[in-house]
């Protein structure tokens, strides 16, 4: 049964292997109504983490818990208050978005009537509406990624995790993405994002966590990693390379030199 008042997140001891492990006793927290950003170097087990969390990959052994419900053992009811956003847009060519909305609500069994003022909604706030007659096959990875942002939220989820959301968006279709974000964080909703540019992980997150091998190797405010971090920088480019190269056991750490510009994670 779920418990009162649950974090948005809770994570125990999560193992996934693969030719060798890929995340490894991870743990962590996430409270309801916070902007959580998880960052790493790439196959530091981000996506692999998110994935075993939304229910789209079988974890070795741990606990996986969703505003209190138990994802591994009722994730039916899991999936229904989280919305999962690949780094890679996944919408039907043939649709127009209001089409794409409107069958992810039919999904959903949402009411009609609702789910039509809920899609021109979402349509307006990504700029989308002069597009919604327009089918998808001719957008740009851009106005999809949009378009499958736009479908993720139509059922009004909990818990939004997205990997990599900005992948792909002109400065101002970002601009719009990260505004929708920041709104449903407002009204309580919880996001959960990995992201390579460091820049809008420090001006979003309320908390931030550091991933390196698998592991959790660093949590908190940025005023708080920065007190922990050795680095003579203050900028969280600064700290994350401080973190991740202490935690890196060859004595290596990855290049990070200009983060938004890094080439997107697939697996892990």
Not at 127 to 147: D, I, T, Y
Not at 150 to 170: F, K, Q, S, W
Request: negative net charge; proline residues 5%; contains cysteine.
């Amino acid at each position: 049964m779920p418990t009162a008042n649950p974090a948005a997140l809770e994570i125990f001891n999560l193992h996934k292997r693969f030719s060798e492990p890929a995340v490894n006793d991870l743990s962590l927290k996430v409270k309801a109504g916070e902007f959580y950003a998880l960052l790493g170097p790439n196959g530091a087990g981000k996506t692999t983490t998110l994935r075993m969390v939304s229910g789209l990959l079988e974890a070795d052994a741990g606990t996986v818990r969703i505003c209190g419900i138990d994802a591994f053992k009722d994730p039916i009811a899991a999936k229904k208050i989280l919305a999962w956003v690949p780094d890679e847009p996944m919408v039907y060519d043939k649709l127009t978005p209001l089409e794409y909305l409107e069958f992810v609500a039919g999904l959903w069994n949402m009411d009609a009537d609702f789910a039509q003022a809920k899609a021109d909604s979402l349509l307006d706030a990504f700029g989308l509406g002069p597009h919604a007659g327009e089918r998808c096959g001719g957008f740009s990875k851009g106005m999809r990624q949009k378009v499958a942002l736009a479908g993720a939220l139509i059922h009004e989820p909990r818990l939004i995790i997205l990997d990599e959301p900005l992948t792909g968006l002109d400065a101002g279709s970002a601009r719009q993405v990260k505004q929708v974000l920041t709104d449903l964080v407002a009204k309580g909703v919880t996001v959960i994002m990995t992201t390579h540019i460091l820049e809008v992980a420090e001006r979003m997150a309320d908390r931030i966590g550091i991933i390196a091998r698998g592991r959790l190797v660093a949590e908190g405010t940025l005023a708080e990693l920065r007190s922990r971090a050795s680095a003579e920088g203050h900028s969280l480019e600064d700290i994350f390379l401080d973190i991740v190269g202490g935690a890196q056991s060859d004595g290596q750490s990855d290049t990070f030199t200009d983060p938004s510009h890094l080439p997107d994670e697939k697996v892990a």
